[in-house]
């Protein structure tokens, strides 16, 4: 299936469902800077729910509370009723995918292969079975690229599946690292910024890909600065501002909401609302609600160009799969999400 011969609207939305995803006050420390306050957030089956906020106000270090990149300080987060793992390779294992703000693909592999590393949590056969090829490995290899090749279809890159991840356009970069999500089979998908750096008709295909994506029964919570997209797309959004929920509901409600607009505006706000708090030590430093663009006129973040890029692979969050080959991955040690985080050091524990 491609996005452009089987897209979904609001229309076809499943009914949402049991809980999927029940992060219960979340609070997330890097030394006497609070990133995230206490917040809650469910997502059921059948939904999709954004979380949008100003620059810095924590939504990407909430997603990794909710991947095992971080521990929380304070708080659980449960996937199907089940308290999540601490690690990131477990939390994926358990039904979790994501994508990542700044792109992550192995760019010297093929489109095909960046895929199938997205495969490995689901097969289960040993190093032996690898090494040796036994015929039970060759079996769930043959199954991985049959499924690969489906998710290649299902965001319309089959015909590409043999080209490097490098010589891709970004808008299907982004796609690619989707379809590599995809393939561990996840229940819930966290998605962080998935148009940034798009044109207009990348973004209305990323859209219809994520209705797709709720279709297929795969709960969605998205991260997005792109008001209209988020507004368009989304069953529930929260908002949340120097790290605490400032609000939640649907989209015409938060839309609505004078303490949103003032926040997305850098006007004070009322006295209720968390982001009228007087700045403290522990408020985070990067909160910068007059930087915000206001809703409906904010401008996609530009493409990065290929060097740039390059960096963000270098500094940006080692891959879920560990046995990614290391010349391939961004360097696992170097990255700052690749591991999970030791709430009282600020120090973070191998993922
Ligand atoms: N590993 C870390 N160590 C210390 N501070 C951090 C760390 N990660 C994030 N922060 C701080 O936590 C706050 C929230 O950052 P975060 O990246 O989660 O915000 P965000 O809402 O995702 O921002 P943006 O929209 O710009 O991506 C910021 O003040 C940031 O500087």
């Given at each position: 299936m491609t996005t452009t011969t089987k897209t979904a609207d609001a229309t076809t939305a499943p009914t949402a469902g049991e809980t999927v995803l029940d992060a219960r006050g979340v609070t997330m420390r890097f030394g006497g800077l609070t990133a995230v306050r206490d917040v809650n957030l469910t997502v059921n089956s059948g939904e999709i729910v954004g979380l949008i906020g100003p620059n810095g106000a924590g939504k990407t270090t909430f997603f990794n509370c909710l991947t095992g990149l971080y521990v929380p300080t304070e708080g659980e987060v449960r996937y199907k009723g089940k308290v999540l793992p601490p690690t990131s390779y477990k939390v994926t294992?358990?039904?979790?995918?994501?994508?990542?703000?700044?792109?992550?693909?192995?760019?010297?592999?093929?489109?095909?292969?960046?895929?199938?590393?997205?495969?490995?949590?689901?097969?289960?056969?040993?190093?032996?079975?690898?090494?040796?090829?036994?015929?039970?490995f060759k079996k769930a290899e043959a199954e991985a690229t049959d499924r690969a090749m489906e998710l290649l279809e299902?965001?319309?890159?089959?015909?590409?599946?043999?080209h490097l991840a490098k010589n891709l356009p970004y808008g299907e970069q982004r796609k690619l690292e989707i379809a590599r999500a995809l393939a561990s089979d996840p229940g819930l998908i966290l998605l962080d910024e998935p148009t940034a750096g798009m044109n207009p008709q990348e973004t209305r295909a990323a859209e219809e890909l994520i209705f797709a994506i709720r279709d297929m029964g795969i709960a969605v919570l998205v991260i997005e600065h792109?008001?209209?997209?988020?507004?368009?797309?989304?069953?529930?959004?929260?908002?949340?501002?120097?790290?605490?929920?400032?609000?939640?509901?649907?989209?015409?409600?938060?839309?609505?909401?004078e303490r949103v607009i003032a926040a997305y505006l850098g006007e004070p706000v009322a006295d209720d609302a968390p982001a009228a708090e007087a700045?403290?030590?522990?408020?985070?430093?990067?909160?910068?609600?007059?930087?915000?663009?206001?809703?409906?006129?904010?401008?996609?973040?530009?493409?990065?160009?290929?060097?740039?890029?390059?960096?963000?692979?270098?500094?940006?969050?080692?891959?879920?799969?560990?046995?990614?080959?290391?010349?391939?991955?961004?360097?696992?040690?170097?990255?700052?999400?690749?591991?999970?985080?030791?709430?009282?050091?600020?120090?973070?524990?191998?993922?």
């Open positions: 294992d358990a039904g979790i995918a994501r994508t990542f703000q700044n792109i992550r693909l192995f760019h010297n592999m093929t489109v095909l292969e960046n895929v199938l590393v997205g495969r490995h949590t689901r097969m289960k056969q040993g190093l032996w079975s690898a090494l040796l090829r036994l015929p039970g299902f965001i319309g890159l089959q015909d590409k599946a043999q792109d008001m209209r997209f988020i507004f368009n797309l989304c069953d529930r959004v929260a908002v949340l501002v120097q790290g605490q929920k400032l609000i939640e509901g649907d989209s015409d409600t938060v839309q609505s909401d700045p403290s030590e522990e408020t985070p430093a990067k909160d910068a609600p007059a930087e915000a663009a206001p809703a409906e006129d904010a401008p996609a973040k530009e493409a990065p160009s290929e060097d740039e890029a390059a960096d963000d692979e270098a500094s940006e969050d080692a891959p879920e799969t560990p046995e990614a080959p290391a010349d391939e991955a961004p360097a696992a040690g170097e990255t700052s999400e690749d591991t999970t985080h030791d709430p009282a050091s600020g120090k973070e524990n191998d993922a």
